[in-house]
């Protein structure tokens, strides 16, 4: 479920995929899947699967959530799910480079 390592930047979509299990390793569809992201100022965004078109499924149990970051620093997410013997929670984070191309209030005036 980690994103795949790499450099990520202000303005570039990014991908993040969970896939869910029962406890005899079969893959399974939760009734519900949220899918939540704290930006580094704190503020928080959160998603629902066939209600945001950010969330997506690719097969069972296979579940993915599109965002954009547009602030630079450390993001964090967590995926939520409820059912019976579905209940899931999942934390992560990835970090956001500064990009002086998209951020032009950070940009140095050198005129």
């Not at 570039?12 to 939540?36: C, L, M, N, Q, Y």
């Not at 499924?57 to 013997?85: C, H, M, Q, S, V």
């Amino acid at each position: 479920m980690p994103l795949k390592p790499g450099k990520y930047y202000p303005g570039s979509p990014i991908r993040i995929t969970a896939t869910f299990f029962d406890e005899d390793g079969t893959a399974i569809d939760p009734t519900t899947v949220k899918f939540r992201t704290f930006d580094p100022e704190g503020y928080e965004q959160s998603y629902t699967y066939s209600t945001d078109t950010n969330i997506g499924r690719n097969d069972t149990g296979a579940y993915y959530a599109d965002i954009t970051p547009d602030k630079f620093g450390l993001w964090r997410t967590r995926w939520e799910t409820t059912g019976a013997n579905t209940t899931f929670a999942y934390d992560d984070r990835f970090n956001v480079q500064h990009s002086p191309f998209y951020d032009a209030a950070l940009r140095p005036d050198y005129t």
